[in-house]
């Protein structure tokens, strides 16, 4: 492992391996294959950066990366150039004439790493290009694509058992950040990975405050987080990423937040091609930038000081939800997963399975990925908990989640349980039809209303015995009664609610139901204008600094942003953040100094090191 440890040092700067990196890396340097399923931002890349960089130095041949996202292909081959390696990409974004001068470098022995789009890959001239080319690695990024099941099926990615057919002497590793157990096993089927070693990591991304909170004016609670959680008293803002299900919602939502004081970007599919670029490359290379986006968005960035991902609509499976709340805090500093939910988003999430055009399996499938989550949006345990045991990891009461520090409170909710499933069941009896929550409500609570009238409800058993309880309250509980399973939606009837299957033993008497107390809510904006209250998870690289190590941190931050602008890459592939506040902090006067701070490798040092020295003593 000294060679791998060289490399650490001299290409990436780092001293020491993390976790089962050193493992992996000696296993696929030595020619095995594995699978390796790692978080976040917990150093996927470096497990087949250095092995491939190991055997194209031992004679073996290019390193091929298989990725589906074309940003984090640019910016890591962009991050490994400055680093000193021979890095190129192949995919739609080049030119021919660009394409084929990588070909040429290919074929002539002069790259170390080759990116290359699984689309790409696929075709049958690169296949010629392989058959011509020494290939000493294969990696497989974002492995969980190969899932039909899956939150991000890529069809492409059924196809890449061929590089096992074909290069069965050449290393393959297979990677992915979030997988359960049926997609792992998908994974090493379709991959052909059935002799390759497992790597399971922890999932766990410590670093990560979750927290879900029930939907009122969602834009108004979200505002109001980013100003407790994100906004320095000057007013600027941390980078943060807000997800929404519609392309409207995206526009609409980031124009709200300019409106009031936020710097937010839109993005979506269905902008125009070279404005969404424009957005994405200002959201890599800008600080204290908001996009507003559909999940189209966010899968390849690698800009490591994301400090919140926020959600203003349900994501469609825990997968998905982790994948997405995985693009903040990729430098292991605390960042924020916040996420507004109500019975709509139920509703809305479960029309679209049931509209969609998959067959009855995967809807099944769908439906219970969906239940999952739900599961996690109404637990009065730890959501971290929940969150590791769907992918099959056990652990304890985490400390940094919503419900963990502010710990809900529990009723026993058995008879308002049993006056929503009596109300379902005596009004579709009266009627012969099924409805949804809102009319159940006002059924409940004795809202004479016109429609009410026309179905003769209130005359029916449960009219006005709800009276007691708030609109919002029994929204609360029918959300969770359809997370037990105790109710499902019809979407025949337009999100109508019917009995689930467990509704009887409720309604018997024989089981009892123990349900969230729905938090009262403070004033819209109160939090937000108050501030303070989470600032403690706010990232400040600058605090406790004296006055000469803020000087030291200006004048770095500086020189990056113009030396970025030079190179034509984002700032933090010149330096990231956590290197910049160590040199401000420590002020190396010695290249021998300057070599010792962490993310500074021998490329780096060279060719950095004197403009380095020079900022700091003019500092």
């Not at 390696?85 to 170390?112: I, P």
């Not at 269905?270 to 424009?278: F, I, K, L, N, P």
């Not at 924020?336 to 049931?354: E, F, H, P, S, T």
């Not at 000469?548 to 700032?571: D, I, K, Y």
């Amino acid at each position: 492992m000294s060679a791998a440890l060289a490399i650490l040092k001299d290409v990436f700067g780092y001293h020491a391996f993390r976790g089962r990196q050193a493992e992996i890396i000696e296993h696929v340097a030595e020619g095995g294959d594995c699978l390796v399923l790692m978080p976040t931002g917990g150093g996927k890349s470096l497990c087949y950066q250095i092995p491939a960089l190991l055997r194209q130095r031992a004679g073996h041949g290019v390193g091929i990366v298989v990725s589906p996202l074309i940003a984090l292909m640019q910016d890591q081959v962009a991050a490994l150039t400055e680093a000193g390696v021979r890095a190129a990409v192949l995919n739609s974004t080049l030119t021919g004439a660009e394409a084929s001068a990588v070909e040429r470098d290919l074929l002539a022995g002069r790259l170390e790493i080759l990116y290359v789009a699984p689309e790409r890959l696929m075709t049958p001239r690169f296949q010629d290009l392989l058959d011509r080319t020494r290939v000493g690695l294969f990696a497989i990024d974002e492995a969980h694509c190969v899932s039909q099941w899956g939150h991000d099926f890529r069809p492409e990615y059924i196809q890449l058992s061929v590089l096992h057919e074909r290069f069965p002497q050449v290393p393959r590793i297979a990677l992915t950040a979030t997988a359960d157990d049926v997609t792992r096993q998908e994974i090493v089927e379709r991959l052909a990975l059935h002799d390759a070693r497992v790597f399971l990591s922890s999932f766990d991304r410590p670093n990560i405050r979750y927290r879900i909170v029930e939907k009122d004016n969602a834009r108004q609670q979200l505002l109001a987080f980013i100003k407790a959680e994100h906004m320095a008293a000057d007013g600027t803002h941390d980078s943060g990423i807000v997800y929404c299900l519609s392309r409207r919602k995206v526009e609409e939502t980031a124009d709200w937040l300019r409106g009031h004081g936020i710097n937010a970007l839109p993005y979506h599919a269905g902008m125009d091609a070279a404005v969404r670029q424009q957005h994405q490359a200002r959201f890599r290379d800008e600080e204290g930038l908001v996009m507003v986006a559909t999940i189209a968005f966010g899968m390849g960035i690698d800009k490591p000081d994301v400090r919140f991902v926020a959600h203003l609509d349900l994501p469609k499976s825990m997968e998905g939800y982790y994948q997405e709340t995985g693009r903040a805090g990729r430098d292991g500093l605390p960042a924020n997963a916040w996420m507004a939910y109500g019975l709509g988003d139920v509703v809305q999430q479960k029309r679209m399975i049931d509209e969609s055009e998959a067959d009855e399996t995967h809807k099944r499938v769908s439906s219970a990925k969906l239940d999952a989550l739900l599961g996690l949006c109404e637990t009065a345990g730890c959501r971290r908990v929940r969150i590791l045991a769907y992918f099959g990891e056990s652990s304890e009461p985490c400390g940094n989640c919503d419900t963990c520090l502010e710990p809900p409170a529990t009723w026993d909710g058995t008879r308002e349980a049993q006056m929503a499933l009596s109300c379902v069941y005596r009004t579709a009896q009266a009627s012969r039809v099924h409805f949804g929550a809102t009319h159940l409500i006002d059924v409940l609570r004795g809202n004479a209303t016109e429609k009410i009238r026309q179905w003769g409800h209130d005359k029916v058993s449960t009219f006005g015995i709800g009276a007691d309880r708030s609109v919002s309250e029994w929204h609360a509980i029918f959300r969770q009664l359809i997370a037990h399973g105790l109710l499902v939606i019809d979407h025949g009837g337009h999100g109508a609610l019917l009995l689930g299957e467990s509704a009887r033993a409720v309604l018997k008497g024989e089981t009892s139901i123990t349900l969230r107390r729905q938090v009262s809510k403070p004033a819209r904006g109160e939090r937000g204008e108050r501030g303070g209250a989470g600032r403690g998870n706010r990232v400040d690289h600058t605090a406790q600094m004296d006055e000469q190590q803020l000087a030291n941190w200006e004048a770095l931050r500086r020189w990056r942003t113009e030396t970025a602008r030079e190179h034509g890459v984002p700032a933090y592939v010149i330096f990231h953040d956590a290197t910049l506040a160590e040199l401000a902090r420590s002020a190396p006067d010695s290249m021998a100094e300057l070599a010792e701070v962490p993310g500074i490798g021998a490329a780096k040092l060279e060719r950095y090191g004197d403009e380095l020295l020079e900022v700091l003593q003019k500092a």
